[in-house]
C-alpha cells in the first residue's frame, strides 16, 4: 500500500474543521488541520501536503492568498476552496475549484478523488 495522501484543511471554526476530519478520515488518507493561515503556512513550510481545502474567511489571511501562495510554488497543486458565500470561477489555478457552504460530503469527497487521482472509496 502506498504512503496516504495527506490533506490539510483551514477553517476556522472548529466544529466544522473536525467534523471534515473525521469524515474524511481513511486509511489512504492523513487528514491535518488549521485553524488559520499562519497555521496553514507553518504546516507547509516543514510538511508536504498533496491537497488543500481552505475556507475563504480565516482570522488572519484569506484562504484565496493561502491557495495563490501555494499555486504560485506549484501550479498543478489541487486547492478546493469553501465559502459560505457564492463564489466565482478562481482564475489563478487550473486545479484550483470552489465549492460553496453548506455542501454535500459525497461532493467533497468526489472532488478530493478526482483531484488526487483516486478510485472513489
Not at 491535518?32 to 499562519?38: A, E, I, K, L, P
Not at 510538511?47 to 482570522?59: C, E, F, G, Y
Not at 460553496?100 to 472509496?121: H, Y
Request: proline fraction near 7%; glycine fraction near 8%; hydrophobic fraction near 45%.
Amino acid at each position: 500500500m502506498s504512503a496516504p495522501h495527506t490533506i490539510l484543511i483551514v477553517e476556522d471554526n472548529a466544529q466544522i474543521r473536525d467534523t471534515l476530519a473525521d469524515l474524511l478520515a481513511a486509511p489512504t488518507r492523513r487528514v491535518v488541520g488549521c485553524g488559520d493561515g499562519r497555521g496553514a503556512f507553518d504546516f507547509l513550510a516543514r510538511s508536504t501536503a498533496d491537497l488543500l481545502v481552505t475556507d475563504i474567511r480565516l482570522p488572519d489571511i484569506s484562504g484565496l492568498d493561502i491557495a495563490r501562495h501555494v499555486v504560485a510554488g506549484a501550479p498543478d497543486f489541487p486547492v478546493i476552496v469553501t465559502s459560505g458565500y457564492a463564489l466565482p470561477p478562481l482564475d489563478f489555478g487550473r486545479r484550483v475549484h470552489t465549492l460553496q457552504k453548506p455542501f454535500d460530503i459525497d461532493e467533497l469527497e468526489a472532488l478530493i478523488d478526482r483531484l488526487l487521482g483516486v478510485s472513489p472509496q
